[in-house]
């Protein structure tokens, strides 16, 4: 008799932006998985347990059969490869041309729009929740510098319909948790630029990120802002 695969592991709540893109695309990749809750609050993600799945004791950590991965784009880059032939399967090509234009602008995320953003996020949604006061010099210096990176993106996104090409891929998921936070806070992805904010739309209208959405205002209702 066969034996159905086991569900892979999430260690994270649903909150964090990093556990969220895990969990999106696990969803746009019809992969069954097992959310396992890890109190940050209590310092879960500082045991010692914890830190042999995630040594740098930050979520998520993940685990598939034997194997453990940490990173977020590290996880959903495996989960591509390993489900190739399952759910999504545009998201991440093995064509060299096609993935040559994925890469480039996964890392565009991970090095020009993420570092303001993740600021920003923390600053205008986060520092509050955690009694901190908002630095008003931090939050102009970054929204300059979002600004900036978010003209490339409105030139770019006037000539295709997605960043890597005519698909929605990874480059396109490891956007939506940081601007899923920041969209509804300031106009700079909407009518300032008219790409950016059609990308927006239609990235944040699938139905694998409203299901995130979805287990986020579960986890922790959407605070008033
Ligand atoms: N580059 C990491 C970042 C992970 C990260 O920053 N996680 C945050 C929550 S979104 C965290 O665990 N913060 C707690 C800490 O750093 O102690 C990834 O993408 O997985």
């Given at each position: 008799m066969a034996t159905l695969p086991l569900p892979v592991k999430v260690y994270g709540p649903p909150l964090s932006p990093a556990v969220s893109r895990v969990l999106v695309c696990l969803l746009e990749k019809n992969v069954q998985f097992q959310l396992v809750p890890v109190n940050m609050a209590k310092g879960e993600h500082k045991t010692p347990d914890?830190?042999?799945?995630?040594?740098?004791?930050?979520?998520?950590?993940?685990?598939?059969?034997?194997?453990?991965?940490?990173?977020?784009?590290?996880?959903?880059?495996?989960?591509?490869?390993?489900?190739?032939?399952?759910?999504?399967?545009?998201?991440?090509?093995?064509?060299?041309?096609?993935?040559?234009?994925?890469?480039?602008?996964?890392?565009?995320?991970?090095?020009?729009?993420?570092?303001?953003?993740?600021?920003?996020?923390?600053?205008l949604l986060f520092a509050s929740r955690m009694g901190i006061k908002q630095d008003e010099n931090v939050i102009k210096t970054n929204k300059e510098k979002l600004s900036k990176v978010l003209d490339v993106y409105e030139k770019r996104l006037s000539e295709s319909p997605y960043l890597a090409g005519d698909e929605f891929t990874l480059a396109d998921l490891f956007h939506l948790p940081n601007t899923q936070f920041l969209a509804g806070e300031d106009e700079m992805f909407s009518t300032t630029r008219k790409n950016v904010g059609r990308w927006w739309d239609e990235i944040s209208s699938r139905e694998s990120w409203k299901k995130v959405v979805e287990m986020q205002n579960q986890n922790f209702p959407a605070p008033k802002v």
């Open positions: 914890y830190l042999k799945i995630q040594p740098f004791g930050q979520v998520p950590a993940f685990q598939d059969d034997s194997i453990s991965v940490f990173e977020s784009r590290a996880i959903c880059r495996y989960v591509c490869d390993k489900y190739a032939n399952q759910g999504n399967e545009s998201m991440y090509s093995n064509n060299p041309l096609v993935k040559a234009s994925i890469e480039q602008w996964i890392e565009s995320e991970a090095q020009n729009f993420n570092p303001p953003s993740s600021i920003l996020v923390f600053q």
